[in-house]
Nanobody
């Protein structure tokens, strides 16, 4: 079992920044990768960013490239999402998720993740 707890969401003006954190606990030694997804009201959940735990390779949604950065701290079993130049379209509940054990398919697909956090609200005002 792996538990994921997100933090760092909030209300920010357009152009501002936020940093989300996701702390993992439990069987973290089996971590393969972690990702961030988001879901806006009335929309489907979408992939935002992912990082492979051992080598640090990253993937991003095209619309956040150059603005968002995913990073990790292996010692703290924590993944971060630094979000800069935020736009109102970034408003959503942000979820972190973990892939455990081995590669299970594209990081872009939410069905390939094993565990999910409870989500943290990010609201960007115009």
């Amino acid at each position: 079992q792996v538990q994921l707890v997100e933090s760092g969401g909030g209300l920010v003006q357009a152009g501002g920044s936020l940093r989300l954190s996701c702390a993992a606990s439990g069987r973290t030694f089996t971590m393969y990768g972690m990702g961030w997804f988001r879901q806006a009201p009335g929309k489907e959940r979408e992939f935002v960013a992912a990082i492979r735990w051992s080598v640090g390779n990253t993937n991003y949604l095209d619309s956040v490239k150059g603005r968002f950065t995913i990073s990790k701290d292996n010692a703290k079993n924590t993944v971060y999402l630094q979000m800069n130049s935020l736009k109102p379209d970034d408003t959503a509940v942000y979820y972190c998720a973990a892939v455990i054990g081995r590669y299970k398919g594209s990081f872009y697909y939410d069905g390939n993740y094993d565990y999910w956090g409870q989500g943290t609200q990010v609201t960007v005002s115009s």
